[in-house]
């Protein structure tokens, strides 16, 4: 245990750690609940992946821009007006769902508005972690820990929000995510960050931009990973979306039993977040990138095929597991072989290849799920996933060749 929380032991990051697992759980409430209403308020599969596209769509507009402002922002001042933002959203949809006169056009344009501030948010938060860390042999460990905080989250707040949806309403959960977000304000505000010196020569925007593409898929490693999860990102990630459908048509369930089908994936991933927060190393994440990916499809088409409960559960287990092994390590890999005037620009691309591209995923699965069914759209989204794993493991040992100077420029391995 020692050695999974050591990254507990950087002041700033604890604060950050604390903070952001209070705000996290009422963010996954607000999402299990926003889900909910909206198959309430429309039982449309196509209507639960418009909504999801509209709230990720401005991530995969903004964020390479976000990036080049990340590189040249105040990454702990930007964070808090963020946060703030986040908050003032969740309050505005509280309003209106506990005054009754909530309707779809409200959803979509407060979707658009989280979405606008995820995109400069994602980047700056995952840029900022390398700032919040003083020894940075155990960025690894942040990151996996960071990964591990969120699944947590994900554990208890589908669960909370499941009960609290069939005992009081969905306007509860998004009254209780906005007070969440003071805890994380508040860490934001105690911390002390040491002054880092940012760029005095600052270019054109679009040169930044040019500069950090070129960078970021100029480097076949750097490339192959964001292609992953970009490709992940469309056909897998999704299936989120299609869960309210399995919760009551396929499971006969309520509300409650889409919260414990969300926190069984959170099991699954926090447990993911812990196998790699153990890791001592970076070395190895390549195929720890292969073998997750893998595991997220294989289980996904096992899941798309069952109709009990409790074995649905237990597969869920693994698809959170497969998912969030496979989002940390890359994570990791990306942040470990980035120069640090790069980091944010890199972490954009990030955001926009794991968020941004999903609301077309989402798009697109509604709209199948309402042509042939939400199972048969999963097991093919499954099977294109085992796919990509396959793939990616083939390439692995060129990239290798590749990544391994760099370990070595960095200290990482001699």
Known sequence: MKNILRSLNHRNYRLFFSGQLVSLIGTWMQQVAMSWLVYHLTSSAFMLGLITFFSQIPIFLLSPFAGVFTDRWNKHKAL????????????????????????????????????????????????FVIEMIEDRKDLGNAIALNSSMVNGARLFGPAIAGILVSAVGEGMCFLINGISFIAVIVALFFM??????????IKNIFLDLKEGFKYSFGFAAIRDVLILIAVISLIGMPYTVLMPIFAKDILKGGSDVLGFLMAS?????????????????????????????????????????????????????????GMITLIASTNTFLQTITDDEMRGRVM???????????????????GVADAIGAPYTLMISGIIVVICSIIFYIRLPFLRKLVRPVYIKKGIIS
Do not use: C
């Not at 002390?192 to 760029?199: A, F, L, N, P, T």
């Not at 954009?348 to 509604?366: D, E, Q």
């Open 80 to 127: 808090i007006i963020t946060q703030t933002f986040s908050m003032i959203q969740a309050f505005i949809i509280a309003i209106l769902t506990l005054t009754g006169i909530v309707q779809v056009w409200h959803i979509i344009v407060l979707s658009l508005m989280i979405g606008f501030i995820n995109a400069f948010d994602m980047p700056i938060r995952q840029a």
């Open 348 to 366: 954009g691309y990030f955001t926009m290849a794991f968020i941004g591209i999903s609301p077309f995923g989402s798009l697109i699965s509604g």
């Open 192 to 201: 002390r960050i040491k002054k880092v010196q940012i760029k005095i020569e």
């Open 265 to 321: 994936t959170g099991v699954g991933a926090l447990i993911g977040g812990i196998f790699l927060a153990n890791k001592k190393s970076v070395t190895g994440l390549g195929k720890i990138m292969a073998m997750s990916t893998a595991i997220f499809g294989i289980t996904l088409v096992i899941f798309s095929l069952s109709k009990i409960l409790w074995f649905s559960i237990i597969i869920l287990l693994f698809v959170g597991f």
